[in-house]
């Protein structure tokens, strides 16, 4: 049988995963931008060779202007509608005797809610 408290000591790993994935990711992202920037614009247009810090900033810069920092899962039609539209359909689907049951497991999985109190 599946024992969901051997999960828990596996999340401060993912974690910490997660965070070294996103820093390479962010270096990656910095180092690809200074090498266009420094391979293509000073030729084409006699600007400045720019180093790492500067190409984080650029990179950051254009989020700001063009990205912002709004989180786009969910938006449009894409598949994050149809899968939210499908939790919603199955939550209206269910009794109320089955969404009891559903909230204690949810409960006994994950504990406590963010205010503090039993979800």
Do not use: Y
Not at 18 to 42: D, E, H, K, R, Y
Not at 68 to 87: A, E, K, N
């Amino acid at each position: 049988m599946f024992n969901h408290r051997d999960m828990n000591h596996r999340h401060p790993r993912k974690f910490l995963g997660f965070i070294l994935l996103g820093a390479v990711g962010i270096a990656a992202l910095g180092l690809l931008v200074m090498s266009l920037w420094n391979a293509l614009l000073p030729a084409l247009f006699g600007l400045k060779v720019i180093h790492f810090w500067q190409a984080l900033g650029l990179l950051a810069l254009s989020r700001i202007l063009f990205g912002g920092f709004h989180h786009r899962h969910g938006r449009g039609f894409g598949p994050g509608l149809r899968h939210r539209q499908h939790i919603i359909q199955r939550w209206e689907s269910m009794s109320p005797e089955e969404r009891e049951t559903f909230k204690a497991g949810m409960r006994s999985r994950f504990g406590k809610c963010r205010g503090g109190q039993e979800a």
